[in-house]
């Protein structure tokens, strides 16, 4: 699974993602310097990781990763095919989130396609295109449907009354995400749908350097994060020239650089944790003196299927989950004593899995 970084152009999004990934994309001051979408696998920074390193002295520690696609700026018209945008259009199909970069700084020196800085306008400029875009889907979707209710088979029909009800809110500018739907039969009719606006969005708001430390006062900020209240959606202020800069730092450096700057940690690193969040995914662990490692599954998945992701004999021939909670292991102090507190539980094919469960699995094939 991925996440797009889309936004206008020139709003800082190759800048985050050469932050993210350090693979040194081009980031020039023009619009469509991106064409192809780049791509880089990013870890994911997880605290937990080096505490059960701490307690395994692991040979390795090996971190969850996620994906991020950064996808060429988009420009009003592109749903039409303005600024390839048909290209990026598709760019934005094969991602499983979105990750909206929004310029919320004033710089003479920058460009900003529509002359003047206004995230909420900026915003609607994209969303908007989505959904022109879904619009068409739908309208090819339903016009095919509509032939197959001749049947009268009423699965067909139900769908024709979902695919109109989502055609009516995209016509009155209400993205998939915000709308809501009887059952799970129908979410999993619309996930079918491939739709652009259904897909989670996260805000990263671009700002100035000297606005890290005050950006609540920010009042570009502010009218972005009102709008993304509105559709239950997150805003992360961050400065992507200086997430930069600490990307180009070796580790000893960024402790120096950030204490200096007045700030914990990277802004990248709560982007990255988020983004794996809205992805939907949850970590789980195994901990022993080989490796120290965290999995990522989707929420609700059960044991075996957890354990599948290690290796589809351990799904094959699943016969129980030995599962401790990260923080009961942490207060026990190690595996043995958590054990021997009766800590580590038992747990079957049904289990479903906790973000920071820390795992033994038995099989037999």
């Known amino acids: 699974m991925q996440a797009g970084i889309v936004g206008l152009p020139n709003v800082g999004k190759s800048t985050?993602?050469?932050?993210?990934?350090?693979?040194?994309?081009?980031?020039e001051n023009y619009p469509f310097c991106t064409i192809e979408p780049n791509v880089g696998v990013v870890d994911v920074p997880d605290h937990r990781?080096?505490?059960?390193?701490?307690?395994?002295?692991?040979?390795?520690?090996?971190?969850?990763t996620v994906e991020f696609v950064d996808i060429a700026g988009l420009v009003r018209g592109a749903s039409k095919g303005e600024g390839l945008g048909n290209k990026f259009l598709s760019?934005?199909?094969?991602?499983?989130?979105?990750?909206?970069?929004?310029?919320?700084?004033?710089?003479?020196?920058?460009?900003?396609?529509?002359?003047?800085?206004?995230p909420v306008r900026d915003v609607e400029t994209i969303s908007l295109e989505l959904i022109f875009a879904d619009l068409e889907t739908i309208e090819r979707r339903l016009e095919r449907t509509k032939k197959m209710t001749k049947s009268g088979d009423r699965t067909y029909i139900k769908q024709v009354e979902i695919l109109e009800r989502i055609k009516d809110e995209l016509e009155n500018g209400i993205p998939v995400r915000k709308m809501s739907f009887d059952n799970n039969e129908e979410m999993e009719f619309v996930k079918t749908l491939d739709l652009l606006t259904y897909k989670p969005v996260?805000?990263?708001?671009?700002?100035n350097e000297d606005e890290i430390l005050d950006s609540?006062?920010?009042?570009?900020?502010?009218?972005?994060?009102?709008?993304?209240?509105?559709?239950?959606?997150?805003?992360?202020?961050?400065?992507?020239?200086?997430?930069?800069?600490?990307?180009?730092?070796?580790?000893?450096?960024?402790?120096?650089?950030l204490k200096d700057i007045g700030i914990e940690e990277p802004g990248l690193n709560k982007l990255i944790r988020k983004a794996y969040q809205i992805l939907g995914y949850i970590t789980f662990f195994t901990a022993g003196p080989k490796e120290v490692r965290a999995w990522t599954i989707v929420k609700n998945t059960k044991a075996p299927q957890a354990a599948g992701k290690i290796h589809s004999d351990f799904e094959r021939g699943?016969?129980?989950?030995?599962?401790?909670?990260?923080d009961d292991l942490v207060h026990a102090g190690s595996q043995i004593r958590a054990r021997e507190l009766g800590l580590i539980r038992s747990e079957g094919k049904e289990y479903i899995m906790q973000d920071g469960d820390v795992v033994v699995f038995r099989f037999n094939v």
């Open 91 to 118: 760019h934005i199909r094969n991602v499983d989130a979105i990750i909206h970069v929004v310029r919320c700084f004033e710089d003479e020196n920058i460009i900003h396609v529509d002359t003047t800085i206004d």
């Open 318 to 326: 699943f016969i129980r989950a030995e599962v401790v909670s990260f």
């Open 16 to 27: 985050l993602f050469n932050a993210l990934t350090k693979v040194g994309v081009s980031a």
């Open 216 to 257: 609540e006062n920010n009042k570009y900020i502010n009218s972005l994060k009102q709008y993304a209240e509105r559709e239950g959606s997150e805003v992360i202020p961050i400065c992507a020239k200086i997430e930069a800069e600490i990307a180009d730092l070796e580790d000893s450096e960024k402790l120096a650089f």
């Open 202 to 207: 996260l805000y990263v708001a671009n700002i």
């Open 49 to 64: 990781l080096q505490i059960l390193a701490d307690m395994e002295h692991p040979q390795k520690i090996i971190h969850a």
